[in-house]
């Protein structure tokens, strides 16, 4: 029997569905997390052959001395996963001081967490990237801009999401971010690309091969929804482009990917831009070696007729599944802001929706700075279906 230890298999609160089809596959699920077990669902009980609870899963001697006692106990641990881009890196670290050969080691990480390393790969394929600057002194960060024209965006080259991201568009915000930005974190500049966020997600097998692939666009900026406290939006495409698939599989093969389900994203650029292409062609942004955040892989089985959290747990067990992929439709997210005044009130939105309604609840705080504090998930066979509902339940009183 394979071990495999989870991390944080409590939050977020639908990752508990990976433990599910893991241990139905006949996997040893041993879950290390910082939630009282008798706080956690009977669900995700059901799903764990063992918990460990540590205090904080911010402590790091405390895991790894629960992953020493789990391997003394069950034996070697074949698989150690979160599935979380803020765990990504420590996953790394804990995979190679217990010698645990599947997923990203130390060496690894370099490329798939820094911005700037990524770029190199993304090249390799022949797919533009965006040209940039690491943030050094003011006058060289001012002399970039005029190089590139404003506006330019600098971020942490190690980030996780829009986390401390600026959109500088003049010489005295350029100044502003320089009183700003964290010290002792390395940012990246780049010039602003033009363009609406396209996403490659695919559970990808040992051999590097898609056992699964779609794709989601998110129409606004995650900077601006931060920055701005505004609604979010963003859905699963019904059918994946070419051009994406095409663009996502290269990726996978530039960055070594083997065994992983991924978020890839690409700018679908919406003007010509000089340097990086005409209009509707894409831009690399950044790869996300895990799957795409909050409730999404719940949007993709709503899309898809489908189900990848099996996909997922079939390729850790057996590197193949036969999970069948139905038909398929727009999945859309809605995540309203709260303090806004919005046409139509939650209940107002339940009745005339309710056919389409997937899914509909609070956002966890800690989320809500990118996805909003209530969501909607909905499907519809047609853009347009979707187009109306985003205007119906975005919509605001003058």
Not at 205 to 210: L, T, Y
Not at 263 to 273: G, P, T
Not at 362 to 375: F, S
Request: overall charge negative; hydrophobic content about 35%; charged content about 30%.
């Amino acid at each position: 029997m394979k071990n495999i230890i989870f991390i944080s298999p409590n939050f977020p609160t639908n990752y508990w569905q990976f433990c599910r089809e893991l241990r139905k596959n006949g996997l040893n699920v041993l879950g290390i997390g910082d939630q009282p077990y008798d706080e956690l669902t009977d669900d995700l009980k059901n799903s764990l052959n063992e918990y460990y609870k540590v205090s904080s899963l911010e402590n790091d001697d405390e895991v790894y001395r629960a992953i020493a006692f789990l391997t003394y106990k069950h034996g070697r641990i074949d698989w150690l996963e979160s599935n979380n881009e803020y765990w990504l890196e420590r996953d790394a670290r804990f995979r190679t001081d217990f010698n645990i050969t599947t997923g990203f080691r130390v060496e690894d990480i370099p490329r798939i967490k820094f911005k700037s390393k990524m770029k190199e790969y993304y090249t390799r394929t022949g797919i533009p990237v965006a040209r940039y600057h690491m943030v050094d002194t003011l006058e060289n960060c001012l002399a970039f801009a005029k190089e590139v024209g404003y506006p330019v965006v600098a971020k942490p080259d190690n980030g996780v999401g829009a986390s401390h991201t600026f959109k500088i568009e003049t010489d005295r915000q350029m100044e502003e971010f320089f009183q700003l930005k964290w010290m002792n974190t390395t940012y990246i500049m780049e010039e602003f690309v033009n363009g609406e966020v396209n996403s490659y997600d695919a559970i990808i097998d040992s051999n590097g091969e898609p056992m699964f692939e779609t794709g989601n666009v998110t129409p606004m900026s995650i900077m601006d929804i931060v920055n701005n406290a505004d609604n979010s939006i963003f859905y699963i495409l019904k059918d994946l482009p070419e051009d994406t698939r095409r663009a996502g599989r290269a990726t996978v093969k530039s960055f070594g990917v083997k065994s992983r389900f991924i978020h890839f994203e690409f700018f679908r650029l919406l003007e010509d831009q000089e340097g990086l292409g005409k209009k509707g062609e894409l831009v690399a942004l950044e790869v996300n070696m895990r799957p795409s955040g909050g409730v999404t892989p719940d949007m993709i089985n709503f899309a898809h007729s489908t189900d990848v959290y099996k996909i997922w747990a079939d390729m850790i067990a057996y590197d193949h599944s036969t999970m069948p992929v139905g038909e398929h439709a727009y999945c859309a997210f809605a995540g309203r802001r709260d303090g806004k005044d919005f046409t139509m009130d939650h209940n107002s939105i339940i009745d005339r929706y309710h056919d389409y309604l997937r899914m509909e609840e609070r956002v966890p705080d800690v989320l809500a700075g990118a996805m909003g504090n209530q969501m909607y998930l909905a499907t519809f066979s047609t853009k347009e279906e979707m187009d109306a509902f985003y205007e119906d339940i975005l919509k605001c009183n003058e």
